[in-house]
């Protein structure tokens, strides 16, 4: 007896039962269900935390049963937890292993029993089974992996006549735009390509305050990039899959506040966040710490007179709403005319007015600073 | 469309003013070749779509054993001469600096640069291409010279007795000011980096819907010169004439 096939996104029109609909990147196709078949690479899976019910369900099928026959099968994790520690190693190596497994292993926890019927071939149908023992929806943002051993039951025991491995992400909620889950060969629906970024980013996060921070200091923190004042990414639409390449290149690269803003709104919205870029315009800044800079080096405590700048807003723009911002982060010292800096990312900060506390009172020296009323979330591309 | 402050302030519907109506070139597929940017190794050729009918064409280059120096030169090929005129004031307005100042000087094209001190970059709309050429890396880079470098290639012309196909007109006659479907058969299978110069005399040219048309701006014959140019092959041309009543 084998697995034949395990399908997670089994309801394209649900998400609170089943996994998301996702894509690889612009390129290509949806994946389709099955993601795990028999022969083919076995691709991922995505499930958003949030709007998951009760039962989460997952379709298998079998092949090489008995024929005609009726029997009772099962998915159980297939991870066998360390050996009772001993010695200082052995407590280390337990806890690393603890630690590995709290990170990236199962989420998806067992499936429950079902009684599976084969025909004259061996052949099962599609076998709805519910997940139980899950995590989906108390594990936080991540990359999982799931290693499940499938059983049938024969005189009272479980016998393993299989193993199937699977790459689970898992973001918070149901991906905001410039995402989305229409139907069709859609280039906006959520990429892998991006999910492995926002995941790793935003690891383990358990609230969507907690992701955006998480994704707006990876975004200022990026180790090979610098600033520059033009838009290199796209202003009309978000070259994603250019930025992605150059992330993944690893040679040095430059990108303005646009960018920055972009990555910020289109990683954090992946994972279930609600952030709008909007622009304000005019002003000389303070000076404050540059994209990718090191706040104990002087020359990377910058000011510069813009036209224009732009950053996220949490849920909508206004002058006391809250703000991400993933180019800069801003001195807090409030003595300017010294070299003695603070830095702080810009993470749900007021940005109000003239309060010390405001993110506007931070960022402008001089210059009106007028906000632009138009909230964006550039389509990917 | 880039709000009145940066047309006022780049001078962009002056130039459009000044684009004429009784000769455009249009080209497609211009890319850097390696010759323009010689000791630099292309790393990365990206095709992206960019706003309406606009094609981006980004390629990297990275300099050998100093990976501090790349370059990012973005061609965009739009529909007409002045789409890419809009599509430089779009890309003046999502530049964060308050003012840029004017680049390569000349009547047929509009540039502008960053100002001394800030990582180089020029932005330049000929034809209907808008080319950006941008310092990538940690190190600065001039991007001048190669901002002349494309331009003389854009601006190169060639006499040449081999032809790459056909060019026909739909009507084959036209009346002044008719937009003049324009189709060209290809005999020849373009390499990688080859790329199509259409040069109208009497009219303009523009694509919409991905289709290429020619409006005569007066009567009499509307001369079309269609090149295609490859990396180390013959450049080879055809022409056609419009009869315009």
Redesign the interface.
Known sequence: MQVEEVHFNHDTSSITSDAITIRKNQAGNPIPAPEWKRGLPPQPAAYAAAPLGAHVTIKARFSAGQPDSVIKIRAVDAWVPPATPTGCLGWLIWFISSLIRALFGNVLGDTDVQVVSFDGAGLSGLITFTLVNHKLKSSGVGIRTTDWKWQYHHHKKWHTFDTTQHKIYLVLDVPNGPWNQNAGNNTQLPWTDALDKACLWALGAQTKDEAAEKITIAVNTQPNQSYTPSTIFGFGTYYLSSYINQLNGGAPFQLNCTDCADAVTTFSNLLGCDLWEGRLFNMITRKFLTLNGNPSVEADWVSWSWGYHEICWLHQIGQFELIYDGCLQVDMDNNYADLVHIAKHPVKMRFGLNDPNDYRYRLIQSGNGNLENIPRRRAVA | MPDERIRKQYGIDEFLARLGEDAAHFYSGFAPWPEDLEGWTR??R?L????GERL?T?TVW?LQND??S?L?VDVTECGSAPDAVEALA??L???????LPSGLRGNTFLSFV?PEG??P?C?LAYANLLV?V?????KSVSVESLVKRLLQRLESSSKTDATFGRLTAEPARARRGQEVLLRYALNITPIEDSYLRISVTGGTIFRRHGQLFVRPAGTGPMEVSAWMFERGRETRSVTLTIPVE
């Open positions: 790393t990365a990206e992206l779509p960019a706003d981006l980004r990275d990976r501090d790349r990012l779009g890309s307005e999502a530049n964060q600096l308050s003012s960053h800030v990582s970059a932005f950006v941008t310092s990538f890396g940690r």
